[in-house]
């Protein structure tokens, strides 16, 4: 078992930046991308951006120039930094994690409000 947990979230206005992060423990050996999904109510969850371990990135179209993933494999810790936050963000994100890649570990889920 993996288990995740986020940090980060909260409120801000439209514009302003937040960072979120997500620290992996137990059973990571294997574990082959970290990255964050969102659901914003009414929706469907959706990637956000994700992060192999071979250094590879992949962003949502919506967060591309915007957001920043990253990752500390040394702390098996990802972060996601937001900037030119929209209202349309809001969302609860939740941290990905994928063990050998077919097991997928979630995070509790941050809330992130962004007012307009």
């Known amino acids: 078992q993996v288990q995740l947990v986020e940090s980060g979230g909260g409120l801000v206005q439209a514009g302003g930046s937040l960072g979120l992060s997500c620290a992996a423990s137990?059973?990571?050996?294997?574990?082959?991308?970290m990255g964050w999904y969102r659901q914003a109510p009414g929706k469907q969850r959706e990637l956000v951006a994700s992060?192999?371990?071979?250094?590879?990135?992949n962003y949502a179209d919506s967060v591309k120039g915007r957001f920043t993933i990253s990752r500390d494999n040394t702390k098996n810790t990802v972060y996601l930094q937001m900037n030119s936050l929209r209202p349309d963000d809001t969302a609860v994100y939740y941290c990905?994690?994928?063990?050998?890649?077919?097991?997928?570990?979630w995070g509790q889920g941050t809330q992130v409000t962004v007012s307009s």
């Open positions: 990905n994690v994928v063990k050998n890649l077919i097991f997928n570990y």
């Open positions: 137990g059973s990571i050996f294997g574990i082959t991308a």
């Open positions: 992060a192999t371990t071979g250094g590879g990135t």
